[in-house]
């Protein structure tokens, strides 16, 4: 399967303590991008990555998260001390640049329980 | 700054029976418009987009959406629903402006239920 994979597909984890997962996109599309996806809610925009460069970020994106594409290739987001209001699906995305090759391709999402 | 409404939470249709979900769309230069679908437990799947030409485009499993700039819609269309077609939609747009890079923003989405 060459779609796009997140790690992992379920987290539990008690409030104030810190979460990372990982996002590997399709191997030639440039640009990687994470949504946040609540019950019942469409996605929300965090944060994209053109290869490695962070361009743009929600205001949705508090200090407590940061995401990383140290390589340009797979994809790290990190959410620090986490909140309650942190329980979502987290999903990640990418994409070509190239004309013609706009729509984004979705992994199946981490979600985030935090109790 | 862009946004999507979609404004039924559910559409309840019987098999065989056209299906239609409604998106209406805010952006301030040309609109990029697409759909998605999401089954349980899956991530969003790529249904169809408008970029630029006939207004009426065709995507997967038979959907079809009608671009109406005039009325800036783009309502997401079956001729003949299946039970298989009960999922989450979401239509999305982005601006068109390269300087956007493909980011989408996405509509609250529509529960379609279809009854045999």
């Not at chain 2, 629903?81 to 300087?99: E, H, P, T």
Request: hydrophobic share 30%.
């Amino acid at each position: 399967d060459t779609g796009v994979s997140q790690d992992p597909r379920h987290k539990i984890t008690k409030r104030g303590q810190n979460v990372t997962f990982r996002c590997d996109p399709i191997s030639e599309h440039n640009r990687l991008y994470w949504y946040r996806q609540t019950l019942g809610q469409g996605p929300e925009f965090l944060t994209y990555f053109q290869n490695e460069a962070q361009l743009e970020k929600s205001r949705l994106l508090s200090d407590r998260f940061s995401a990383e594409r140290p390589k340009g290739s797979f994809s790290t987001l990190e959410i620090q001390r986490t909140e309650q209001g942190d329980s979502a699906m987290y999903l990640c995305a990418s994409s070509s640049d190239l004309p013609g090759n706009e729509k984004l391709f979705f992994g199946s999402g981490t979600q985030l329980s935090v109790l | 700054a862009q946004s999507v409404a979609q404004p039924e939470d559910q559409v309840n249709v019987a098999e065989g029976n056209p299906l239609t979900v409604k998106c209406t769309y805010s952006v301030s230069g040309n609109p990029y418009l697409f759909w998605y679908v999401q089954y349980p437990n899956r991530g969003l799947q790529f249904l169809l987009k408008y970029i630029t030409g006939d207004n009426l485009v065709k995507g997967s499993y038979g959907f079809e959406a009608e671009f109406n700039k005039s009325q800036t819609s783009f309502h997401l269309k079956k001729p003949s629903a299946l039970v298989s077609d009960s999922a989450l939609y979401f239509c999305a747009v982005r601006d068109g402006i390269k300087a956007a890079g493909n980011k989408l923003t996405f509509g609250g989405g529509t529960r379609v239920l279809v009854k045999p």
